[in-house]
């Protein structure tokens, strides 16, 4: 063999391994998706919140590599990213990626501006141009010539890097050796959202009441979770700016099993969690109903309330003014009510019987975060048969910052039955009544209140003057 000949295979040597490093270095590293899933903890705030906590096991390779963690929401915040690592590989991420440049018509033609394409047509010839710009619909340079359109299929050679069918965290890793490993992964992310919603049903009188209460998820994050463990958290928690929260942990976790049936409640520090004991499935732009609990036996309370604006005792002008009657129910949330439990926020809709037995909706109304021991009040309508009208019968100013004003308010019940009103005036100022025709409480000290009885198909007039100093 002569010299030129060993030349000649040491390169060729040389250049088939550069071929097989550079093909080692261009190999894609472990790619793991939700199909690797064997724990995952959802638990949901009320603030557009999730915190995801799930377990994966991934075969990993000895030494460097990039590891790609797929089907993840594409609402994530990477910054609040927690890892920890079960098993013996060693593994320890080295830098993060948070890719989600998602492959669609306008990204993909994005990556071909200034660039070659083709157009094929019914014959199967191509047609060639450039690609010159698509900021308001597409410039193409055809033969020399600026044109808007082409005929044909639009062909391109290949697709462009970076862009991805779905979010991914890619991590640029490395482990000590190959095998196994079980990654616990927890993260925040945005897209979450749940709010109660009650049924209030009524008895024929009015008197008591049975009560379901249902939980409605909403998953807008870009991605599902399939039997997922679900945590409620019931309460406002602050939010400050996103810190950078990555940590490496080589131990084992302990992971808890949830039990079957519903939700369960229990505090959590200044809050309230709600964890339902059984897996579930939250799948992408899903809205999902969970029953919370159920009580019956309630007692109620009907409330009937005519409200007046703080407006009115400034003025001096003449007033003839019909005011709609509201009506309200109210309960105890207590365990001596069949209560006693932490209410999260939430809607509730109060229905009724007619005479045939069916259930009609008698009106809805919201409540916040509302403890045990602590008095539900719903506001449901307007009354139909209950007229309040009121007459500004006598104004004044008594002095520069001082008015004192006289009303009357009637009030005709036309149901077969006698009513109470409870007559709410927002007084504002320093007050007093120096007139009525009928006792009074001071509820506050810019409202004053009155309980007026009204007979069955008949009327009561409240006549009372007020002196108020702004």
Do not use: C
């Not at 080692?24 to 793991?32: D, N, R």
């Not at 000895?62 to 963690?69: V, Y």
């Not at 991805?164 to 897209?191: C, D, F, K, M, N």
């Amino acid at each position: 063999m002569t010299i030129q000949k060993k030349i000649s295979g040491i390169i060729l040597l040389v250049i088939a391994s550069l071929v097989m490093v550079g093909a080692t270095a261009a190999a894609e590293g472990p790619a793991t998706d939700e199909s690797d899933r064997q724990r995952v903890d959802v638990t949901v705030y009320n603030q557009d919140l999730a915190l995801v906590r799930e377990i994966r096991a991934v075969e990993l390779p000895e030494g460097s590599f990039q590891l790609e963690f797929q089907d993840v929401p594409a609402r994530i915040d990477p910054t609040t990213l927690l890892v920890n690592v079960a098993g013996r590989t060693g593994l320890e991420l080295l830098e993060q990626n948070y890719e989600f440049d998602l492959m669609s018509r306008d990204k993909i033609l994005q990556k071909y501006v200034g660039k070659r394409i083709a157009w094929i047509q019914e014959d199967s010839t191509r047609i060639e141009g450039t690609l010159l710009g698509i900021a308001s619909g597409p410039v193409y340079e055809v033969a020399g010539e600026v044109v808007f359109e082409v005929p044909g299929r639009m062909a391109l050679p290949a697709l462009p890097e970076n862009l991805r069918a779905r979010p991914t965290l890619v991590w640029q890793a490395r482990t000590e050796r190959s095998g196994e490993a079980e990654i616990e992964a927890s993260y925040l992310t945005g897209g979450f959202s749940w709010h109660a919603d009650y049924v209030l049903h009524l008895d024929e009188k009015g008197e008591r009441a049975g009560l379901q209460a249902w939980v409605t998820v909403e998953n807008r994050t870009g991605a599902s979770f399939r039997e997922a463990n679900l945590l409620l958290v019931a309460g406002d928690i602050n939010r400050a700016r996103p810190r950078m929260m990555m940590e490496i942990a080589d131990s084992p976790m302990a992971m808890k099993a949830g039990g079957r049936g519903g939700f369960v409640e229990e505090s959590l520090y200044d809050y309230h969690l709600y964890t339902l004991q059984r897996p579930t499935t939250l799948l992408n732009n899903q809205i999902k109903q969970v029953s919370l609990f159920e009580a019956d036996g309630i007692e109620v309370t009907k409330h009937y309330r005519l409200k007046a604006a703080p407006g009115l005792f400034r003025g001096s002008g003449s007033l003839h003014q019909q005011s709609p009657v509201e009506v309200s129910y109210s309960f105890e949330n207590k365990q001596d009510n069949q209560l006693g439990m932490p209410l999260p926020a939430g809607t509730f809709r109060v229905y009724g019987r007619s005479e045939s037995g069916a259930r009609q909706l008698l009106g809805e109304d919201r409540i916040g975060h509302t403890p045990t021991k602590e008095e539900i009040d719903l506001t449901v309508g307007k009354a139909f048969d209950i007229v309040a009208e009121r007459v500004r019968t006598d104004a004044r100013r008594v002095a520069d910052n001082v008015h004192r004003s006289t009303f009357e308010i009637t009030l005709r019940n036309h149901r077969d039955e006698d009513v109470v009103v409870e007559v709410l005036e927002q007084v504002g100022g320093y007050w007093e009544v120096v007139q009525s025709s009928q006792d009074y409480r001071k509820v506050s000290a810019s409202e004053l209140a009155y309980d007026v009885a009204v007979p069955s198909d008949g009327e009561t007039v409240l006549t009372y003057t007020v002196e108020v100093k702004y």
